[in-house]
């Protein structure tokens, strides 16, 4: 257990510094000038891939729509904004969120509706009791499953075994959050 | 019986501290024999700060995740990007030319829903426009209830402790109390998921709250790795307020606000140790953020605001009246949201929680959609609400009367007060339906069985006000501009009034008033500003709602779930009503059992086994002999069965009928008795203990300074009865005249 949390630990400081690291995209920094309307002409964004040092109106906006002798005004009215960002972070970001979610939802699914059949295929109907509240609910046979495991190796069993005590504390917690509302209203 | 005996237990900080400081010494005196044990010590030492700097940074990275997540989650709603997928609306159209001054967030690679399944649009409103809105409407409500759906059915199923906000129970476990599983890691994985999937539904509510479980969550994991903390509940709970710290501090970008919030609202004990710490944890955190860069351009937080326009003395009558449209709000809020959960407690509604998100978030959706300030999500609301009109913006809010004159007024963000135009008042109808819209819903929303926080929505309620007010002082001081209140300092074409201002002092106003936060508040939404000009009105703001709100009820939401739940949190600032002994609080009472006492010696193991067992008391008083009840120490149900059991496998000869034996000096047994069983190290030979003439306000004081557990009641020094903190408690419900909603079952 303790390997594990610390693995994760390093895991997700090594993700963090390796954003710093990582090579940066040209598409990834931009220089964003608004200018609002001056006189007949309307307002415009202009956005450009330059680097901080050529963020101003007369690099980036082009073409300039007022001649020379205006140039300094419009040019002063103008707002340019150096960004910068990360689409590798937003890329990986998404992709693990949405893996996360979707093995939760396939564990889930599973739980719910596969171990059972599995379980009823394996041991039989009569030996599984299941009482009246637990009919549909995940993790219904908790109980049972634990009196079957001994023939088989110690891994397993050992999985077994803390998986069923997993689902036993959630249930507790199921009843005292959902069914009897003594903690989280 | 005290129905949650089963799912709380109360440490005793008075024996978790002097633990702690034992080990310490015993690592201070061995540092000197080797250079081992030297190095063993620095570790030690160094151990809370390393623990300090992980918590920081995994919770920098989760709420970096989270946000990025939500962001992109929620624009999945409206459209698709199509050059990738995995951008949203504003990453889709960075690079893209095609965006115009008008529509800022118009281009080809951003495609909606209605554009993608049906090829019409709704800018072309004649060629099928309306098919187009209502295909667009359609997929909202869809991509709205799939994320609801999903959110509720991953909780129920996995961590049923994820759902609400969780600062009550932090509350309730950093002052003592352990609830098993409420931070462990399936609620942490589960709570970050659907915390994404809540926020992006379209739901009133905010995630800083849950942001605060997240961290305290990382903070217990993390703690199993550092022996210090993951024997030691006491020193545990320092670092689940530094955590709190980290929450805050993630969410609003504000490290002192964090640290100030966890001192205010949630922590119990806070030694000054902790502060220092709390907020290396939370500059941490920060800096991780900060370095994901979840909003693209190095900001912390959406709605950081730029403007540092001067405000007057006339204006304080205002912002006065806007803190006490914050306190009235925040009164009216807790009464209403406190009984619409224990409508759904009591009632057959609560027996419906998938139901019930499924419908909320439908009504919701379905009222959110038509009016654009209520589509968008809470941060951004607030963002554009907080946003003082320059000639660079372009949106609805802004939508003044352009003035003839362009002259040099556009340099710099402050522009001259100018008339309102068509844009502005069709904005200003908008926000006064979007206001009393979100006023209703986010009482039915908080306390749902999602992950659901309150601090957006108040502040979105109180910029909606707090704009509409400054709109309306802008306009006033537009057409009046002679009168005597604004002639001295408001000329025309000068800029005045700033209604971003006074949006962001309605907002501290309603969250003051519904958390009744005080000094947090005001650093929060300082360091939100960046500027210490605005201070003042803030203060001014917080107290008045504060003022206002106590008058109508003293306890602010969390306190207030808190007791809606009955859990066992002994409240630092409650009184008595009536005052009385502690002889009429403590067990035995008369019509009780006497008290389970053992004696020093005398006692078989046997008999002492059967005692044990025959009851359910967690500890029990040593006497010197039944007949003289003088007290010799305590000692604890768990170390007395676990040291018999020892004795029976380990020591020979230690059968039933061994004498235990409590004394230093045990008269030496007969020559056929079997060996006595020597029990002096597990007994506590320094209980406290008060006379059962204390005043309860006293003993009160005691449990809640000392964070006692249990308390010995002597009579002219001779053991009377004991007391515990459950007592106390049940004491307390009873006593107050202000709490008859106690159900009589949980007495």
Redesign the interface.
Known sequence: ??SV??LE?FS??C??LL??VTAKNS?DI?CKC??????DI??????Q?VSLKDCNCLHVVEPMPVDGKDVEAYC??C?C?F?????A???V?????LS??GL??LY?VY??LLEPMLKRRLFGHSQLIQSDDDVGQ?FANAHNVLSHSHSRPNMLNKVEHAQQR?RR??QE??K???D?????? | EWGHTRTFNTIDWVREKSKDRDRHREIANKSRQSTVALLHSVSDAFSGWLLMLLVGLMSGALAGGIDIAAHWLTDMKEGLCLVGFWFNHEHCCWTSNETTFQERDRCPQWQSWAEIMTGTSEVLWLRGGALAYFVNYLMFLVWALLFALLAVTLVRAFAPYACGSGIPEIKTILSGFIIRGYLGKWTLIIKTITLVLAVSSGLSLGKEGPLVHVACCCANILCHLFTKYRKNEAKRREVLSAAAAVGVSVAFGAPIGGVLFSLEEVSYYFPLKTLWRSFFAALVAAFTLRSINPFGNSRLVLFYVEFHAPWHLVELGPFILLGIFGGLWGALFIRANIAWCRIRKSTRLGHYPVTEVLVVTALTGMLAYPNSYTRMGGAELISELFNDCSLLDSSQLCGYKQSNSTSGAGVGNGLADRPAGVGLYAALWQLALALVFKMMITVITFGMKVPSGLFIPSMAVGAIAGRLLGVGMEQLAYYNHDSAIFRGWCSPGADCITPGLYAMVGAAACLGGVTRMTVSLVVIMFELTGGLEYIVPLMAATMTSKWVADAFGREGIYEAHIRLNGYPFLEPKEEFQHSSLTADVMRPRRSDPPLAVLTQEGMTVEEVEALVESTHYSGFPVVVSQDSHRLVGFVLRRDLLISIDNARKRQEGVVGASQVVFTEHSPAPADDAPPPLRLRGIVDLSPFTVTDHTPMDITVDIFRKLGLRQCLVTHNGKLLGIITKKDILKHMANDCQQRPRLHPLQL
Do not use: D
Request: proline share 5%.
């Open positions: 257990m303790k949390f610390l630990a997700v400081a993700f963090v954003n710093q598409e931009r608004i200018c609002p309307p001056y006189r309307e307002g415009q964004i202009y956005k891939n002063l009215r707002e904004k960004e910068e960002r990360s689409s972070t937003i890329k970001t998404i992709i693990m969120y996360i979610l939760l939802l889930m739980l719910t995940p997993w504390q959630v917690q199921r005292s959050v959902f009897r509302h003594v903690v989280l209203s």
